[in-house]
C-alpha cells in the first residue's frame, strides 16, 4: 500500500508522502503518546473544537526532534516522556518546490494528574487503540494514520513487557 495524500494546506496544495525512517532533518516531530493504562493520547484547541490530533510541533533552533517532543508534550499536554522510538517519517513537497519532512514516534508518557494553563490552550483526550482511528482528525482520510498506529502498538508491546 503507499501512503500518500494529497491536501490543501492554508491555500497550498500539498502531497504528503510516507518515506519510511529517514535522516532527513525534520521541521516537526509528532508522537503516538501512551499512558501506562495504554490508552493513546490526543489534543485538541478547546471543548467546542471537533478535531483531535497527534501532539507535537516545530522544531526550534539547535533542538534534536527528540527535544521538541520532549517540549510540546509537555507544552501542550503537561506529559512527560517516560519512553521514546522513531515510527517513520513524511515528507510534504507544494507544486513550488517547498519540502518539509515529519517524524512520528511512539512514546509512553506520564500526565500530571491536572494538566497546567499554558500559553497554547490545548485539552488532552485519552483514547482508547480501537478508537483511535476514529478520533483522530485525519484518522480515516490518511492511509498513513492506520499504519502508524500499528508500528506504534508494536512499540507499546515491547515496552509492556
Request: charged share 30%.
Amino acid at each position: 500500500m503507499e501512503y500518500t495524500r494529497k491536501v490543501n494546506l492554508q491555500g497550498r496544495d500539498v502531497t504528503m508522502i510516507c518515506v519510511g525512517q529517514t535522516s532527513a532533518e525534520p521541521a516537526r516531530a509528532y508522537a503516538l503518546a501512551f499512558t501506562s493504562e495504554h490508552d493513546v493520547l490526543l489534543v485538541s484547541s478547546g471543548e467546542k473544537d471537533p478535531y483531535r490530533w497527534l501532539p507535537g510541533g516545530g522544531i526550534e533552533s539547535r533542538e534534536t526532534p527528540e527535544q521538541a517532543l520532549r517540549r510540546e508534550l509537555l507544552e501542550e499536554a503537561d506529559a512527560v516522556i517516560d519512553a521514546l522510538e522513531y515510527l517513520g517519517s513524511q515528507r510534504l513537497d507544494d507544486d513550488k518546490g517547498w519540502r518539509e519532512f515529519q517524524h512520528f514516534y511512539w512514546c509512553r508518557v506520564t500526565l500530571a494528574p491536572q494538566p497546567a494553563i499554558r500559553s497554547e490552550s490545548t485539552l488532552r483526550h485519552l483514547v482508547a487503540p480501537r478508537d483511535f482511528l476514529d478520533t483522530l482528525e485525519w484518522g480515516h482520510s490518511d492511509p498513513k494514520a492506520a499504519m502508524l498506529l500499528e508500528r506504534a502498538l508494536e512499540a507499546e508491546r515491547k515496552y509492556s513487557i
